[in-house]
């Protein structure tokens, strides 16, 4: 009875939208059925095969460029963050000067809104007055010619280190949580036993942290999947398309869906989406089972 509201809001707010999302992928809903998209026509598999099999089909064009770019940016941030988030939990988890301070600040980047970051650093990339050519070339000489960052194969590495220098600050928040609650006396213990630093290190803390980097690296790996606000706000403010190098599984999805009006095969497109994600954490589940249940 105690649970009965929470399922109440999980049917109404998850439930029945996916179950929507599921028909309306067998439907051939186009603009001409914005208002009563669940009355469309019929159309059984056909918006499947569009997306699987049929090498004309509007969206299936840049669906592989998509998939590979999302693959390559879900890897590289999700390793990134998680990179810089153990290292910046080590550093703060020590005592020092200004600790409280430090951390506060180091926050900073997460608590900026990803709509926001996409325009800062769509600024910060502009080829002749953004502030990352001025750095690299006028000031510290690395290279003879301004960079194209916005356009061709630099432009998943304008998209990569962004999304990475606002997350890196959540997986931090969460390994020190995971730190502080390791006993010291552990520590003190090993010490005593002669083990320096490093050898703590893979002894003790690495394997005490790895449930909290297994809930880090599902969370990295369905949030960078499913990325869309700093890439649609970087290439266009919201209306720009950044090419097949930078072009991820949800802008394409959005292009398709609500700038051709294809909503039908945007739904189907979706639906293969969550098919591919669920079985993703069932991978993932397998792997860190035993981290989780404590076995």
């Not at 290292?87 to 926001?116: G, K």
């Amino acid at each position: 009875m105690f649970l009965l509201p929470t399922v109440i809001g999980m049917l109404l707010l998850q439930a029945i939208p996916i179950l929507q999302g599921l028909y309306l992928g067998f439907l051939r809903s186009r603009k001409d059925m914005l208002i009563k998209y669940l009355s469309a026509p019929w159309a059984g598999l056909e918006n499947y095969r569009e997306i699987l099999f049929n090498p004309d089909s509007a969206i299936r064009s840049g669906l592989g460029d998509a998939v590979r770019n999302t693959i390559l940016y879900t890897i590289i941030v999700t390793i990134g963050t998680l990179t810089i988030g153990t290292v910046a939990a080590l550093m703060v988890n020590r005592e020092f000067r200004f600790r409280a301070a430090a951390r506060t600040l180091m926050l900073f980047p997460w608590i900026v809104p990803t709509y926001v970051v996409g325009l800062l650093w769509g600024f910060l990339w502009q080829r002749e007055v953004g502030l990352v050519n001025i750095i690299l070339v006028d000031w510290l000489h690395l290279f003879h010619d301004k960079i194209t960052w916005l356009i061709g194969p630099n432009t998943l590495w304008a998209i990569i280190i962004p999304t990475i220098w606002r997350q890196w600050p959540f997986s931090m928040l969460m390994l020190l949580a995971g730190l502080q609650g390791i006993p010291k006396d552990v520590y003190e213990a090993a010490e005593i036993d002669g083990a320096n630093p490093w050898q703590s290190f893979w002894r003790i803390t690495w394997p005490l942290l790895k449930p909290v980097w297994a809930i880090l690296i599902l969370h990295g790996l369905i949030f960078n999947v499913y990325s869309f606000n700093i890439v649609i706000m970087m290439f266009g403010n919201g209306a720009g398309y950044p090419g097949k190098y930078g072009d991820l599984l949800m802008t394409d999805l959005f292009r398709n869906s609500f700038q051709m009006w294809d909503f039908g095969t945007g739904a189907a497109m979706s639906s293969l989406l969550m098919l591919a994600m669920m079985s993703l954490v069932f991978i993932w589940y397998r792997i860190f089972r035993d981290q989780l249940t404590g076995k």
